[in-house]
């Protein structure tokens, strides 16, 4: 590996999500001496910060589960299995999709137990606050810590933060959601405690209870059918996904009001549970957050764009790194998600070229900042999807890598592709 002898790293990871951390698995175990940066004092993305508790995008659509990305991603399941989550898939009983449950307490031991034995450095409460580039590179970030700031060289480096913030600062051209301003959904996935672990959740009287509330609550339910809901592992909570609010720009204001908007809505919605559903008398708000869940910001320029095609099509490349299996589920009204399934093979090759930022030969993309079209983000912007993405964008920016087929290679021989 060619290294400049002033770069303190080979790899600089923004972002402690799926796509970080599977970059940084990817470069570390390509040979890379690995940083990753987290905004937050946990990793995990929005499974620990949202309460997103599922892993979408592991496995395909289908009767029976056909995985569509190990590697990275399977490190992570096999630390979950340890820590006695079972890291199986699970048919979602509302959209037939295979999703993988979490803990999201044990997912944070999980993936720290993990990058801490690839020898990867983690600063958490760290940020990058501005970069210093040449013409087609970047030479070095400034992070923002607890200490202050601190620039820090790097060779190669990869954007996993969810909302492009390496890429915004520096310089990349960014399109705010679909081009014209138009931003998906944001739900607020909550967790309810004190019901019977063993009790039966009666899906139709949820919707009965719903129903009900609609007729005089302050905050109509979109999702009439009950929302998608399943049991928290080892916990006797459940994880309830049934809030949701139109995102109408980007700004603090925006944000702000969704989130207050939101906490009024969960404490709303388990006293529906609370008086009219079996078994739910004692139940209470177990937690929210800490922040809402946020399908999409801005999206930093690829050199290739996934396109609609790509995805419903189920394209297969040569050049292709990564696998999207997950079907295209597009929130473009609040409760309301619309889902289409992925042609050929049930999954579509990502290519390199997605994965790479336009106009800067070293930084690389992972997770929901890649390449992708309005349609086909909603398919490659999934947690298990982001695993692979970010494995890939880890080994290629271990080595500075370009061509697709020999990082799909690369990917092979550490089992992220089959």
């Not at 989550?85 to 999709?97: A, F, L």
Request: charged share 20%.
């Amino acid at each position: 590996m060619s290294r400049r002898t002033e770069a303190e790293y080979d790899v600089l990871v923004a972002g402690g999500g799926a796509g970080g951390v599977g970059a940084a698995l990817g470069a570390a175990r390509a040979g890379a001496k690995v940083c990753l940066v987290e905004k937050y004092g946990f990793l995990g993305g929005a499974a620990t910060t949202s309460q997103v508790l599922a892993y979408c995008g592991f496995f395909q659509q289908g009767e029976a589960p056909a995985q569509a990305v190990g590697g990275a991603g399977e490190l992570v399941l096999d630390e979950l299995r340890r820590l006695g989550m079972d890291g199986k898939p699970h048919m979602s009983e509302t959209t037939g999709n295979w999703i993988i449950l979490l803990n999201p307490e044990g997912l944070k031991l999980a993936l720290d137990r993990v990058l801490e034995a690839h020898g990867v450095d983690v600063l958490l409460h760290t940020r990058v606050a501005a970069a210093t580039r040449t013409a087609d590179r970047i030479e070095a970030a400034t992070l923002a810590g607890m200490e202050g700031r601190r620039r820090v060289v790097a060779e190669g480096f990869v954007d996993a933060t969810g909302d492009a913030n390496l890429s915004l600062v520096s310089g990349v051209p960014m399109r705010v959601g679909d081009g014209e301003g138009a931003l998906q959904a944001v739900s607020a996935p909550i967790r309810v405690g004190g019901i019977d672990p063993d009790l039966k959740i009666d899906r139709e009287a949820v919707k009965t209870a719903i129903a009900r509330y609609n007729e005089t609550g302050a905050f109509p339910i979109a999702r009439t059918d009950g929302g998608i809901y399943t049991r928290v592992p080892g916990t006797g909570e459940m994880w309830w996904m049934v809030i949701d609010l139109p995102l109408p720009d980007l700004t603090s204001a925006s944000f702000t009001h969704a989130e207050r908007t939101a906490r009024k809505m969960a404490h709303d919605y388990v006293e529906i549970l609370q008086g009219g559903v079996p078994g739910f008398e004692r139940a209470f708000l177990a937690q929210t957050g800490p922040q809402i869940g946020i399908r999409e910001t801005r999206h930093p320029a690829a050199r290739y764009e996934m396109t609609a095609e790509d995805i419903l099509s189920g394209r297969q490349r040569e050049d292709g790194v990564a696998r999207a299996a997950w079907p295209v589920e597009l929130h473009g009204a609040a409760g309301k998600p619309v889902y289409h399934s992925i042609g050929g093979p049930g999954f579509a090759s990502i290519p390199l070229d997605a994965l790479r930022a336009k106009g800067l030969d070293n930084l690389y993309l992972a997770g929901r900042v890649i390449g992708a079209d309005p349609i086909a983000y909603g398919s490659t912007r999934v947690m298990g999807t982001a695993f692979a993405t970010g494995e890939a964008a880890g080994i290629a920016a271990a080595a500075g890598l370009t061509d697709g087929a020999e990082v799909a290679g690369r990917v092979r021989e550490l089992g992220g592709l089959t």
